[in-house]
C-alpha cells in the first residue's frame, strides 16, 4: 500500500478551510487546500457581513475572503485548484480523493465544501440562467439599474440580497410562500420600512418568461389562486441550499439533507475524516461559526495524527 502523501487535506476555500488551514500551519503540520474556484466560499457573494466580530462598519464579503486568504499565505498554506473531487476512497488509515486528473492522498481529512444555492427547476430558471435569472445579487446588481426585479425567499439571505438590490433597481419584489419572513428581526425590521421593497405574501414563483432575457415573471397566490404576470428584469432565488457532500456519500454518513454528521471534536463516522462549516450538519450557518469550526476541525486533527502516530516530523523550510 503507498503511503499518505499528506497529513491533512482540506476541501474547500471558504471560511472554515481557510481558518482550518491557518491552524494547522501555525502548527507546522503539512496541510494542502484543494479549492475549487476561488477561496472564500459564499461570504464572497455577501455585500456586506455585520455579524463578523472586529469590523464594527462590517466588511464586504470579498474583503474579508481576501484578508483570510492573505492570513493562510502567510503561514505558508498551499492552496491547490482542482477539478471537483469525484469520488473518496478509503484503505485503511488513509483516504483518497480522486480528481479528475490525479488523486491526492492524505492521513486525515477536513471537508469544508459549504453549501450551494438551491435551484427551483421551474420553466425557464435554466433558459435564463445568466439572462436574467440570477442567485447573487452581490454579482449582478449593477446590471440591473433603475430595472424592476424581483427576489425569491424570506430567509436572510433573501432579505440581505434585496436590501442590497435597492441601492441599484427601481423597484425591489420579494415574493414569499409564507406571510411572514423567516430572516432574523434586524433585517426584518430594515426591509419591512424599505420603500422600494414590494410583498408578494403568500405567493409562488411558477414560470419565467422572456425572449432575449427575463421580461415577467408568473406569481401565484396560494390564498386566493390567482395567478399574476409581474414585469421584471431580473429574477433572484434564494430558497435554501444543498451541501457539496456528493463526493462522501459512499463513505461517511450524512444526515437525511446530505450533511456530514460529526460527533462534539466535529469528526464524522470515519476516523480521521471532519467536517467544518456549512457542509456539517450543525444548527446555524454564519461565516463566523464556520471559521470557528475550521479551527476546532484542525484542533482535532491535530490529535488524531497525533494519537494514530501518523504525524510527519517537521523538516523545517521556508513554507513555515
Ligand atoms: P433559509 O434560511 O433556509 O431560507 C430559505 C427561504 O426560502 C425560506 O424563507 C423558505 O420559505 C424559502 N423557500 C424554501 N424552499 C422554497 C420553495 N420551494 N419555494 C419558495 N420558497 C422556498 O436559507 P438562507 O436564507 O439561504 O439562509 C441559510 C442559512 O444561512 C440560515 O441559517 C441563515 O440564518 C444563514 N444566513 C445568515 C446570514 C446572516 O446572519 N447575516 C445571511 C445569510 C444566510 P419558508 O420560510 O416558508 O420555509
Not at 481558518?19 to 503539512?30: F, H, K, M, Q, S
Not at 408578494?200 to 432575457?213: F, L, V
Request: glycine share 10%; with cysteine; net charge negative.
Amino acid at each position: 500500500m503507498t503511503e499518505p502523501v499528506r497529513d491533512v487535506a482540506i476541501v474547500g476555500g471558504g471560511p472554515a478551510g481557510l481558518t482550518a488551514g491557518l491552524y494547522l500551519c501555525r502548527a507546522r503540520i503539512d496541510a494542502v487546500l484543494l479549492e475549487q474556484q476561488m477561496p472564500g466560499g459564499q461570504a464572497v457573494y455577501s455585500p456586506l457581513i455585520e455579524n463578523y466580530p472586529g469590523f464594527p462598519q462590517g466588511i464586504p464579503g470579498p474583503d474579508l475572503a481576501d484578508l483570510m486568504k492573505e492570513q493562510v499565505e502567510k503561514f505558508g498554506l498551499e492552496i491547490m485548484s482542482f477539478s471537483p473531487v469525484n469520488r473518496l476512497v478509503q484503505d485503511g488509515p488513509a483516504k483518497t480523493l480522486v480528481l479528475d486528473k490525479g488523486e491526492v492522498r492524505t492521513s486525515a481529512l477536513i471537508v469544508a465544501t459549504g453549501r450551494s444555492p438551491r435551484k427551483m427547476g421551474i420553466p425557464g430558471e435554466d433558459e435564463f440562467t445568466g439572462r436574467g435569472i440570477s442567485y447573487c445579487a452581490t454579482c449582478d446588481a449593477p446590471l440591473f439599474k433603475e430595472k424592476a426585479v424581483m427576489v425569491i425567499g424570506g430567509g436572510d439571505a433573501a432579505v440581505e440580497e434585496a436590501l442590497h438590490l435597492t441601492r441599484f433597481a427601481s423597484k425591489v419584489i420579494l415574493v414569499h410562500r409564507r406571510d411572514e419572513l423567516r430572516a432574523s428581526s434586524y433585517l426584518q425590521e430594515r426591509i419591512l420600512s424599505d420603500p422600494k421593497v414590494e410583498f408578494m405574501w403568500n405567493s409562488e414563483i411558477r414560470e419565467i418568461k422572456g425572449e432575449q432575457t427575463v421580461q415577467s415573471a408568473s406569481v401565484f397566490n396560494n390564498v386566493t389562486s390567482e395567478t399574476t404576470e409581474v414585469p421584471v428584469s431580473c429574477v433572484f432565488f434564494y430558497v435554501g441550499n444543498t451541501p457539496n457532500t456528493g463526493f462522501l456519500t459512499e463513505v461517511v454518513e450524512l444526515d437525511e439533507a446530505g450533511y456530514v454528521k460529526t460527533d462534539e471534536r466535529l469528526e464524522s463516522s470515519v476516523p480521521g475524516i471532519f467536517a467544518a462549516g456549512d457542509a456539517r450538519a450543525n444548527l446555524f450557518k454564519q461565516v463566523l461559526i464556520a471559521a470557528a469550526e475550521g479551527a476546532t476541525a484542525a484542533l482535532a486533527a491535530q490529535r488524531y495524527l497525533e494519537s494514530t502516530g501518523a504525524i510527519k516530523a517537521y523538516q523545517g523550510g521556508d513554507r513555515w
